[in-house]
């Protein structure tokens, strides 16, 4: 297995799953033809039984053969919105990090999609594929007030020893919510617009 398959196994790993243009964009952008070399190199892998995928829809979505989640699972499209969220900012800039579906406690503390780093910022990011009521958004942002009065954020192994930072919080998805008034900076905005901001 070379250094290219790890990689493909670890973005599997780390996505949960993918789809082929996830994989062609992500592994074979470089190739003179990113569709087929992709194609040629998750056949050989499927073969080799290290990884899975589901002809369920138009395109395959392919999994790790140790998959944690079903073919038919209502997750896959909220996991490959996470990877087009990754495709999109990796267009522009590469994060430095990016963890999908990171721990950031017990019971009462925010569950961000994503933790990135990006553009030299530390983000937590929701990605949001219906629109929620006002009062379940309103609790994902207290959850993230309790964390940041709580301080534990301080102590992340990313965190700059001059000054501690606490993350944006990047609302993506339909719709736009009443907010309030945060001790951290709330962004609804798409990554086109953000690079906007940014710039």
């Known amino acids: ?34 569709v087929t070399q992709a194609n040629i190199v998750l056949k050989r892998l499927r073969r080799e039984g290290v990884i899975k995928f589901s002809a369920e829809r138009r395109k395959y979505i392919y999994f790790p053969a140790e998959r944690a989640i079903k073919e038919d699972s209502q997750k896959i499209n909220h996991f490959l919105a996470i990877a087009d969220f990754y495709r999109q900012l990796n267009r522009i800039e590469a994060p430095r990090l990016f963890q999908v579906e990171p721990k950031l406690g017990g ?25 929620y009521t006002e009062k379940v958004m309103a609790e994902k942002l207290n959850r993230y007030e309790r964390y ?45 617009e953000m690079l906007k901001k940014i710039k």
């Not at 000054?163 to 907010?179: A, D, E």
């Open 1 to 34: 297995m070379n250094a290219r398959d790890k990689a493909i196994l670890s973005d599997l790993e780390r996505f949960r799953c993918l789809s082929r243009d996830d994989i062609a964009e992500l592994h074979f952008s470089h190739t003179k033809h990113p």
């Open 107 to 131: 019971k009462g503390l925010p569950e961000p999609d994503v933790f990135t780093i990006w553009k030299g910022a530390p983000w937590f990011v929701e990605i949001q594929r219906t629109r």
């Open 148 to 192: 940041y009065i709580g301080g534990e954020w301080e102590r992340a192994s990313w965190q700059p020893a001059e000054k501690k930072i606490f993350p944006y919080v990047w609302i993506i998805g339909k719709g736009t919510y009443n907010i309030g008034v945060r001790p951290f900076r709330v962004f609804q905005i798409a990554v086109e």
